[in-house]
Structures are given as structure tokens and as C-alpha cells.
């Protein structure tokens, strides 16, 4: 070991969060402490509707409970360390407190990936191919994308944290970012990471490119079949949630390509931290709201349980 750097694995990490300032993160953290809740009550709330109403149990909304479900995971695998953090003053991380951020991170994002292109297969079969959709989407075809997109994204994440976390690390084990995230970690390692770099090249096109692809054929089918329609109110009805949906997953995979599909040479502390919001607070947000409160039959759920709480008994 040379003097002043630090090999052990068992050392604890440093994360120096979002902002470098002091007063720049008294100004964000009731924000984010906004946002958080918000995100959780908003995703609880779909997936309660999803299991209470039979007008939701659909191939859909069941996709949809899993996303809800993920985003829940993923929020509170980073935000409420960054308030811990906030409230303490203390950015200190354990090894393992870090290994498991990484490893629930990967997880939750790999498989989210999966699972919003699963969605988009799942709107494209029901509004290009409706007379087919009960034979090719039901109860146990989405059982099965789900699963498939947890049990992917778990396997996946064990691989990469495992080989993340045998790096020897360097220097004062100072994270320049808000979580810790592998593109950040491998910054501080003092090995050479070009292999294991390839690998992840490897990994973001299974899990971004190629679902993003997947997401933008169907989403572009689906706009092909709106246009087609004689009618007006349904054409513009259709065009909309897709335009939505879109913005969504733009919102949400070209920060995360951006980010895993880049050498290590030209990513900034700065731009990592902007573009990881998207992915990681913004997005979860946003989902519930897009892909599921704009419509009918949410709506209709959501005014039969506060009905039922709160309205009197005849």
C-alpha cells in the first residue's frame, strides 16, 4: 500500500452530494422532501387502486403496479439518505451502506427499463392488434414480463456490484455525487477499469438501448394506427398519451444512457448529478401522473375509495 491511499474494502465512502454549497441545499431540501412524499403517496395510492378495483385488474395496470412498486424502492434507496445527510451534516456511507445502494439501484433501474418496454408491447398489441390482445395479454403474460424484468434486472445488479465493489479504491473515498452510483465509484478505484467498462457498455445496450428502441417501434406504430382513425376525439385522445408516455421515457432512459453508455474520461461531477435527478427523482414522480391518473378508469377507482372512506353509509 502506498502512502496516503486507503485499499481496504471495509473503509466507509463519503458522498458529497448534490450541491457543494450549504445554502444551496438548505434552498433544494424542502423540495426534495416535497417530492419524496409526494412520490410515495402517489404510487401507493396506484397500486392500492390496482388491488382494490376489478375495473384495474388488467394486463396493464398490473405492469403498472410493478412500476409503482419499483419507484417506491428506487426513492427511498437514495432520497432519504440524502435528508439523513441533510439533517445530520454528516455525508459519511458504510461499505456495505454503499454496496446495497448500488445493488437495489441497479436492480430497480435494469428492470424498470424492461418493464416500461414491456408496457409499450403491451399498448402496442391492445391498440394496433385489439382483436388479438385477450390472447396475447392477459393476467399471467404480464405476470411473467414482470417477473422476468425483476429477476433480469436482479441478476444484473449482482454481477455489477459484485465486481464494482472487489475494485480497490483510492485516495479519501470521496463520491462526487449524491448516491452511490458505479460511474461515480469507478472514478475512485485505482485499478484499471477499461474490462469492466466494456461490460457495462454491454449491459446499457440490453437494458437501454434495445428496450428504447423497442419503446420508440411500438410508441411509432401506435401513432401510425391513431392516424388512421376516423375519428377525431379518439385520434387526439391517443396522440396525447402517447405524446406523454414519450416524453416519460425520454426523460428517463436518454439521462440514463448518457450516463452508463459514455467512458469514464468524459463524465463531469456536475453533469452526473443533473442528469441522475431525471432517472432517480423527477422520473418516479412523473410516472404515476402520466401513465395512470389521466385516465378514465383511475379516476373512476380513485372516486370509489375516497367514496367509500369518506361518505356516509346509506
Not at 166 to 183: M, Q, S, T, Y
Request: hydrophobic share 45%; net charge positive; glycine share 6%.
Amino acid at each position: 500500500m502506498q502512502g496516503g491511499e486507503n485499499h481496504s474494502l471495509g473503509s466507509d465512502f463519503t458522498l458529497l452530494g448534490l450541491f457543494s454549497s450549504r445554502q444551496a441545499s438548505l434552498v433544494f431540501f424542502p423540495f426534495l422532501v416535497s417530492i419524496f412524499v409526494l412520490t410515495v403517496t402517489e404510487n401507493v395510492l396506484m397500486i392500492s387502486l390496482i388491488h382494490r378495483d376489478p375495473r384495474l385488474r388488467t394486463p396493464m395496470y398490473l405492469l403498472l403496479s410493478h412500476l409503482s412498486l419499483m419507484d417506491i424502492l428506487h426513492s427511498s434507496n437514495i432520497v432519504p439518505k440524502m435528508i439523513a445527510d441533510f439533517l445530520s451534516g454528516s455525508r459519511t456511507i458504510s461499505f456495505a451502506g454503499c454496496g446495497l445502494q448500488v445493488f437495489l439501484s441497479l436492480i430497480l433501474l435494469g428492470g424498470e427499463c424492461l418493464l416500461l418496454a414491456a408496457m409499450s408491447c403491451d399498448r402496442y398489441v391492445a391498440i394496433c392488434h385489439p382483436l388479438r390482445y385477450p390472447m396475447l395479454m392477459n393476467e399471467k403474460t404480464a405476470v411473467f414480463l414482470a417477473g422476468g424484468a425483476w429477476l433480469v434486472g436482479l441478476l444484473n445488479s449482482t454481477v455489477h456490484t459484485a465486481s464494482v465493489l472487489l475494485f480497490p479504491f483510492c485516495g479519501p473515498r470521496a463520491i462526487d455525487h449524491f448516491f452511490c452510483e458505479v460511474p461515480a465509484m469507478l472514478k475512485l478505484s485505482c485499478a484499471d477499469t477499461s474490462r469492466y467498462e466494456r461490460g457495462v457498455f454491454v449491459s446499457g445496450v440490453i437494458f437501454l438501448f434495445v428496450p428504447f428502441c423497442m419503446i420508440s417501434a411500438s410508441y411509432g406504430r401506435i401513432l401510425h394506427t391513431v392516424l388512421q382513425m376516423r375519428s377525431s376525439e379518439a385520434r387526439k385522445k391517443a396522440f396525447s398519451t402517447c405524446s406523454f408516455h414519450m416524453v416519460v421515457v425520454g426523460m428517463y432512459y436518454r439521462p440514463f444512457i448518457f450516463t452508463y453508455m459514455r467512458p469514464r474520461s468524459y463524465h463531469s461531477p456536475g453533469q452526473d448529478k443533473l442528469l441522475a435527478v431525471f432517472y432517480t427523482i423527477v422520473t418516479p414522480t412523473l410516472n404515476p401522473v402520466i401513465y395512470s391518473f389521466r385516465n378514465k378508469d383511475v379516476l373512476a377507482a380513485m372516486k370509489t375509495m375516497l367514496g367509500s372512506h369518506f361518505l356516509p353509509e346509506k
